[in-house]
């Protein structure tokens, strides 16, 4: 049933926003999370989202399993957080108690500008798929109401 | 002379639900994608997939000749098509969100005719069965 299925697309929609806005929440509240080295600084987090893909088990020419993927997608999958490779931001502060021994500084390479509008884009992509949601349910309970 | 059964008495209805269904499908995977790199926005020709379904109504299915075999799926890939976009993103996506919305918008408006039609069958030969 094609409609129940929309069910999942816009849940996994809706699961993979949330994970946009959780690593744009972390990278936001650590963008002044200073360190004395670059390794321990911590680095902006995004999510890499990747189509999801219905596969189906065929048996091929030689009677054995194999596993076809469909054109049509289902839903959207978070493959892993990767962190951005950005430099980092080296800020002279001797008087800072996380400096080293040049009076070095290291702050994230989280870009603040690009958080919030990658917050906005995500609670709007959030909002977008609860409505088809909404759309997908309202539509399947009148098919339940056939012949009534 | 046309035999009396539901396909002739439903039309072309059932399929028409159907394929508004899928279609709400392959629209909330674009939807749910909008956001992922090179993702490629899908749809089907509606008017095109629903002929061909009228034209080769249950020849799609494959044959079984044997109690083991599996059945065979009639969903052709070359039915999905990519959309042609008017706004592509860097990243390589395609999905025009306002517009996979309002496409969605419709096809449930859609959805919602076809199935008042069907409904409407119902409702009439349930009153030629009372003989109403």
Same mark, same amino acid.
């Given at each position: 049933?094609?409609?129940?299925? *929309?069910?999942?697309?816009?849940?996994?929609?809706?699961?993979?926003?949330?994970?946009?806005? %959780?690593?744009? +929440?972390? /990278?936001?509240? %650590?963008?002044?999370?200073?360190?004395?080295?670059?390794?321990?600084?911590?680095? +902006?987090?995004?999510?890499?989202? +990747?189509?999801?893909?219905?596969?189906?088990?065929?048996?091929?020419? %030689? /009677?054995?399993?194999?596993?076809?993927?469909?054109?049509?997608?289902?839903? *959207?999958? *978070?493959?892993?957080?990767?962190?951005?490779?950005?430099?980092?931001?080296?800020?002279?502060?001797?008087?800072?108690?996380? +400096?080293?021994?040049?009076?070095?500084?290291?702050?994230? %390479?989280?870009?603040?500008?690009?958080?919030?509008?990658?917050?906005?884009?995500?609670?709007?992509?959030?909002?977008? /798929?609860?409505?088809?949601?909404?759309?997908?349910?309202?539509?399947?309970?009148?098919?339940?109401?056939?012949?009534? | 002379?046309?035999?009396?059964?539901?396909?002739?008495?439903?039309?072309? $209805? #059932?399929?028409?639900?159907?394929?508004? @269904?899928?279609?709400?499908?392959?629209?909330?995977?674009?939807? @749910?994608?909008?956001?992922? #790199?090179?993702?490629?926005?899908?749809?089907?020709?509606?008017?095109?997939?629903?002929?061909?379904?009228?034209? !080769?109504?249950?020849?799609?299915?494959?044959?079984?000749?044997? !109690?083991? $075999?599996? !059945? &065979? $799926? !009639?969903?052709?890939?070359?039915?999905?098509?990519?959309?042609? #976009?008017?706004? #592509?993103?860097?990243?390589?996506?395609?999905?025009?969100?306002?517009?996979?919305?309002?496409?969605?918008?419709?096809?449930?408006?859609?959805?919602? @005719?076809?199935?008042?039609?069907?409904?409407?069958?119902?409702? &009439?030969?349930? &009153?030629?069965?009372? &003989?109403?």
């Amino acid at each position: 049933m094609s409609l129940s299925n *929309v069910f999942d697309i816009a849940g996994s929609g809706m699961n993979a926003q949330s994970i946009r806005i %959780n690593t744009t +929440a972390s /990278n936001i509240a %650590n963008a002044e999370s200073a360190s004395s080295s670059v390794d321990e600084t911590y680095r +902006a987090r995004k999510p890499w989202f +990747a189509v999801m893909h219905k596969s189906f088990m065929e048996v091929n020419a %030689n /009677n054995e399993f194999q596993s076809i993927e469909d054109g049509t997608g289902a839903g *959207v999958q *978070v493959m892993g957080i990767v962190e951005k490779d950005a430099p980092l931001q080296q800020r002279f502060q001797p008087d800072h108690p996380m +400096a080293n021994e040049d009076g070095y500084v290291y702050y994230p %390479n989280v870009n603040i500008v690009e958080e919030m509008t990658d917050m906005m884009s995500s609670s709007r992509s959030y909002q977008m /798929n609860v409505e088809v949601l909404k759309t997908a349910k309202q539509m399947l309970q009148r098919t339940l109401s056939l012949g009534q | 002379m046309a035999s009396i059964n539901f396909t002739n008495a439903l039309g072309v $209805h #059932p399929s028409a639900l159907q394929l508004r @269904a899928a279609r709400a499908e392959i629209l909330a995977n674009n939807l @749910a994608n909008s956001d992922t #790199p090179g993702f490629k926005a899908r749809d089907i020709n509606f008017q095109a997939v629903l002929a061909g379904e009228v034209n !080769s109504r249950n020849s799609v299915a494959m044959e079984r000749t044997h !109690s083991g $075999h599996l !059945s &065979g $799926h !009639s969903q052709r890939d070359d039915e999905l098509l990519y959309r042609n #976009p008017i706004q #592509p993103s860097i990243d390589g996506n395609t999905v025009d969100s306002q517009m996979e919305q309002a496409l969605y918008g419709r096809n449930s408006m859609n959805y919602n @005719a076809s199935f008042e039609f069907l409904s409407g069958k119902f409702k &009439g030969m349930k &009153g030629a069965i009372r &003989g109403e």
